[in-house]
Structures are given as C-alpha cells and as structure tokens.
C-alpha cells in the first residue's frame, strides 16, 4: 500500500502528506481492481477468454520517423505532447514548446503547420491536447479556449474559437459529446454541497459546445491547491464502451465513468509505484504551505493516459525513470497494461513496448522520453487487434 498520513503539531502547524487513503476515496471495492506490475499472465482474478490477444512487438512494423535534432525546421520539435492521426492518415502532431500542430502524410513528409504562438483566432497559448470528431473536425485545448478546424478535406481551415469559463486540462471525444478536465473552480460554490471536492469532467454538445452536465471526482480535500496538484491527469474515450477513462498524473489511480451520464462504473488501483509526495504544512490561520519529496527509490513513476485499441480494449502504461544521479545514466522503462474499458479489468503484458501516444486507422504512433519527446515513431499493423 502506498497511501499513508503523516500528522503532527509544533503548536499551531501540522503537516499532511497526500495523497491519503482516505481522501482518495477507494472505500467502494466493489468497484475497485488493484493491480500490480510483473504480475504474471494469466491474470486469475479476472476472465482471460477475452483477451485472446495482447498487444505485442512482434506485428508492429516500423513505417518511419518524424523528428530530428538537426535538419529541417518543420522536422525539429522542441517537445511533443500529442498526436493524432486522421481518415487521410495525416498525422498531426502538437509541439508545446512552440506552441504549433505540423501536420504529416502518411509517408512522413510535411504538409503544413497550424496554430503559433498568439492570442488571435487559430492561434495558441496553451495548447496541450488535441482530439478528432468524426472525419470532420480537429479540436484543440488551448486553455481556456478550444481552436477549432475543418480537416473533412485535403485542405485544413480554420473555423471557430470556443471560449470557455474554466481552463482545460485534457479533451477526449465520444459520439457527439466532447469531455473537458478542469479541476479548478471557478468559487467556492463549485465545490459540491457538503463534500470536499468538485466535479472535474465536463460534457459538452458538438458543434454547438453547449455544457450538457458535470461529473468526475477530484481528490477530495478543503483547500484547493491540493486538489489542484492532486487532480491532475488525462482523459481518454471509448466509443465502443461509452467510457470516459481518468488517469490521475500524481497518483496510481484510474476511474471509468459512462460517457452516458457521467455514473461512475469502476476504479483501478496500480500498487507498487512511486511518486512525488505533497507535503501539506498548515499554519494557524488556515493558510497551507505546499512542498514536494522526492521517493526514496530515487525512481518517480508516471502513469500514461490511456489510448484505445480496439472495440472495448484501451492501452495504459507506467513510465518509471530514475532521479538524475552523478555518474548515474538516466534510465526510462515502460510497464504496459491492456484493460476492458467497459468493466476495468486489466492485464499486465509487459515491458517490451514503447510508450505509445495514440492508435488509429491501423497506425501505432510512439514517443520517447530518453530524447526528450523531440521525436516519434509510426507503426503500420494490418489487423485490428495486435496478436502475440
């Protein structure tokens, strides 16, 4: 178990060490699953007939690679967050650092770029996610503003800004809803009556981008810098499933919620990983000092948002690395997991594959954290489920 509480007094100051379990809230085990890396295959807890297949190296063909450190401007990125992939098989891949989509065909040659550094129409300040509605639109988080275009044609245009009451973390898109995170309020009004904490997934109607209703648990807390920190994490949809994935950046945790309504339907638990702790020192009047410590493993883990595969069938990954250390190579080993969306069962598969970004028309796109995300692989597999 990797939750515990530390408190203590020095007159008027005490000091939490999140995350807990109690404000975790994993109290409901009926739909908690706790899973572990390097836990053997089969899986007994679970009904394995339906993974008949696992995603492997073995039928992922190697198409070519986007990025490199010296050449061509459009070939160089400083940091690549996202990718998506799509009916033309174009590739859009978002650069954070410079804040521009460069778009690619499917044989990896460049076609053109979108967005920039701006405030204007089209232009992005903060983007850090992209998703695809149907064959029509790409719709990027750009802060407090969605970035709207056509791509249901050879030609990409420009269409529309959303503006937004809350800052968008992470989008995800199922049917003709589109997900929003936010974890930060807007008062406290927004925090739910008589909990502490607040509805952090938000759905909204495509193309008019009116919010329909509000879901998802942060981590349950008074002060909302801690939530903040804590709520942090991804969002990921299956259609076939009609789930909202959460993952939670700082913590080993994994919520599905149905896209219907927003119920949540199971929780995953991954022990065994290490974290940045948040120390949470209060003094007398109520304000809270937050700081970090470091794991004592010298090894910080980070859980991937999860990607889908096939039908029900997501992908999601632990990607650990070691504190830098004099004389001490920086290491990167990836933990891979294929889970039914619908109930949450997982298996673990292994460590064999590379941190995957996005699945889609039978392209598997991958990154690499050695090199910093200046680059990325594509994958061709000509069935839809990759078999061992």
Same mark, same amino acid.
């Given at each position: &178990?990797?939750?515990?509480?530390?408190?203590?007094?020095? $007159? &008027?100051?005490?000091?939490?060490?999140?995350?807990?379990?109690?404000?975790?809230?994993?109290?409901?085990?009926?739909?908690?699953?706790?899973?572990?890396?390097?836990?053997?295959?089969?899986?007994?807890?679970?009904?394995?007939?339906?993974?008949?297949? #696992?995603?492997?190296?073995?039928? &992922?063909?190697?198409? #070519?690679?986007?990025?490199?450190? #010296?050449?061509?401007?459009?070939?160089?990125?400083?940091?690549?967050?996202?990718?998506?992939?799509?009916?033309?098989? %174009?590739?859009?891949?978002?650069? =954070?650092?410079?804040?521009?989509?460069?778009?690619?065909?499917? +044989?990896?040659?460049?076609?053109?770029?979108?967005?920039?550094? $701006?405030? $204007?129409?089209?232009?992005?300040?903060?983007?850090?996610? &992209?998703?695809?509605?149907?064959?029509?639109?790409?719709?990027?988080?750009?802060?407090?503003?969605?970035? =709207?275009?056509?791509?249901?044609?050879?030609?990409?245009?420009?269409?529309?800004?959303?503006?937004?009451?809350?800052?968008? @973390?992470?989008?995800?898109?199922?049917?003709?809803?589109?997900?929003?995170?936010?974890?930060?309020?807007?008062?406290?009004?927004?925090?739910?009556?008589?909990?502490?904490?607040?509805?952090?997934? @938000?759905?909204?109607?495509?193309?008019?981008?009116?919010?329909?209703?509000?879901?998802?648990?942060?981590?349950?807390?008074?002060?909302?810098?801690?939530?903040? %920190?804590?709520?942090?994490?991804?969002?990921?949809?299956?259609?076939?499933?009609?789930?909202?994935?959460?993952?939670?950046?700082?913590?080993?945790?994994?919520?599905?919620?149905?896209?219907?309504?927003?119920?949540?339907?199971?929780? +995953?638990?991954?022990?065994?990983?290490?974290? @940045?702790?948040?120390?949470?020192?209060?003094?007398?009047?109520?304000?809270?000092?937050?700081? #970090?410590? *470091?794991?004592?493993?010298?090894?910080?883990?980070?859980?991937?948002?999860?990607?889908?595969?096939?039908?029900?069938?997501?992908?999601?990954?632990?990607?650990?690395?070691?504190?830098?250390?004099?004389?001490?190579?920086?290491?990167?080993?990836?933990?891979?997991?294929?889970?039914?969306?619908?109930?949450?069962?997982?298996?673990? *598969?292994?460590?064999?594959?590379?941190?995957?970004?996005?699945?889609?028309?039978?392209? *598997? =796109?991958?990154?690499?954290?050695?090199?910093?995300?200046?680059?990325?692989? *594509?994958?061709?597999?000509?069935?839809?489920?990759?078999?061992?």
């Amino acid at each position: &178990m990797i939750f515990f509480i530390i408190g203590c007094s020095n $007159g &008027m100051k005490s000091t939490i060490e999140h995350p807990t379990e109690e404000n975790l809230d994993l109290s409901d085990q009926k739909h908690s699953a706790i899973l572990q890396i390097n836990e053997e295959i089969p899986n007994e807890n679970i009904d394995v007939e339906q993974y008949s297949h #696992y995603l492997t190296l073995k039928e &992922m063909t190697e198409v #070519y690679m986007i990025g490199t450190l #010296y050449g061509k401007e459009e070939e160089m990125f400083g940091r690549i967050e996202d990718v998506v992939i799509d009916s033309f098989n %174009r590739v859009y891949i978002l650069d =954070v650092s410079r804040q521009q989509i460069r778009v690619f065909n499917e +044989n990896g040659d460049y076609i053109s770029t979108i967005g920039g550094r $701006g405030e $204007g129409p089209g232009e992005f300040q903060f983007a850090s996610s &992209m998703a695809i509605y149907g064959d029509e639109l790409l719709i990027v988080n750009n802060g407090y503003r969605l970035e =709207v275009y056509d791509i249901s044609s050879k030609k990409i245009e420009f269409v529309e800004t959303v503006q937004l009451e809350k800052r968008i @973390h992470s989008i995800c898109i199922s049917g003709d809803q589109l997900y929003l995170h936010s974890f930060e309020p807007l008062s406290p009004d927004d925090m739910l009556e008589n909990e502490n904490y607040i509805q952090t997934i @938000h759905a909204y109607s495509i193309p008019s981008y009116e919010h329909r209703f509000s879901f998802g648990q942060s981590y349950i807390h008074d002060d909302f810098a801690v939530i903040g %920190r804590l709520t942090a994490g991804s969002l990921g949809c299956n259609d076939s499933s009609s789930t909202v994935i959460f993952t939670f950046d700082r913590m080993p945790v994994i919520h599905g919620y149905s896209s219907v309504d927003g119920e949540l339907l199971w929780k +995953n638990r991954i022990d065994g990983l290490n974290f @940045h702790r948040i120390i949470e020192t209060r003094v007398g009047d109520g304000r809270s000092n937050l700081s #970090y410590r *470091i794991p004592e493993t010298n090894i910080v883990d980070m859980l991937s948002p999860s990607i889908t595969i096939i039908d029900e069938y997501e992908i999601f990954q632990v990607i650990r690395t070691n504190l830098p250390e004099l004389g001490v190579d920086r290491t990167v080993e990836v933990f891979t997991f294929q889970m039914n969306s619908s109930n949450g069962q997982a298996l673990y *598969i292994g460590n064999a594959i590379p941190e995957l970004v996005t699945f889609s028309n039978n392209f *598997i =796109v991958s990154r690499d954290l050695l090199d910093g995300y200046t680059s990325i692989k *594509i994958y061709k597999s000509d069935i839809g489920v990759i078999s061992e």
